[in-house]
């Protein structure tokens, strides 16, 4: 079964290509997936199953580069979803807590309405959208993601390295992903022939704060930096160009559980995490 891994260089990219060798790893300069012409003028006579892991991640960047946004997140899916129908391709598409609006009291549900409140969760949902009209699809929704790139817990570890004290937001609740095992879920998913639809996927565990998550990053480091906690409306003040960001991203796992995937609890893989970080 080959596959074909587009973003190939980002955070979920890397994860993947350590699990699928012998897959084809695109990125922008291979396969530029928001040029409809170039993406239609690909190869795709023995591609079965395309993994998806192109994004514009930038929550606050998509305020001021909408236009790129759109296109990376909604148009580059739009055109992978119309070869995937086209060539009968499996087509596996990470996607997002935005497209919530984060007023949930208990872990989302992957039937839940898409209520996007950013320029980012809009153009996600409309990627979403365009992913829904592929029969053979895997949408799975994830949230806090760190891997091998710019990212929460590596930036923790460096101001937590130079600092005493810093302080983090407290009232946004959600559970965090490690790519690793993001990746390894997504593949199980096609390797288990798993029913097509969409899913939730995060490492499991207790439902925390930013600033908590901060806490125990420090405490799998070793490292000796007091966390304060802040609200949103204290971390945005006087700031422009802050994306509104989901207060509630914790996500329903029980139907991912049902297919044989189940996610280890974050603070497990965090550990492994930040002791390959350490180590380098």
Known sequence: ????????????????????????????????????????????????VIYNAAAYTNVDGAEQHAKLAEKVNAAGPANLAEIARAHDITLVQPSTDYVFDGTATQPYPETAERHPQGVYGTTKARGEEAVETVPKRYLVRTSWVY???????????????????????????????????????????VQNNA???????????????????????????????????????????????????????ALALEKVKAVGINPRPWLEALAEYIKQELQQ
Not at 150 to 177: C, W, Y
């Open 1 to 48: 079964m080959k596959a074909l891994i587009t973003g190939a260089n980002g955070q979920l990219g890397r994860e993947l290509q350590r699990l699928l060798p012998d897959a084809i790893a695109t990125d922008t300069a291979e396969l530029d997936i928001t040029d409809a012409t170039a993406v239609r003028a690909f190869d795709w006579s023995d591609i079965k």
């Open 147 to 189: 891997g091998e790139g710019h990212n929460f817990v590596r930036t923790m570890l460096k101001l937590g390295a130079d600092r005493d004290e810093i302080t983090v937001v407290s009232d946004q609740l959600g559970r965090p992903t490690y790519a690793k095992d993001l990746a390894t879920a997504l593949v199980q998913l």
């Open 195 to 249: 029913a097509f639809g969409t899913y939730h996927f995060q490492n499991d565990g207790a439902i925390i704060s930013w600033a908590a998550f901060a806490t125990a990053i420090f405490e799998a480091a070793g490292i000796s930096c007091r966390v304060v906690p802040i609200t949103t409306a204290e971390y945005t003040k006087g700031k422009i160009g802050i994306a509104p960001r989901p207060a509630y991203a």
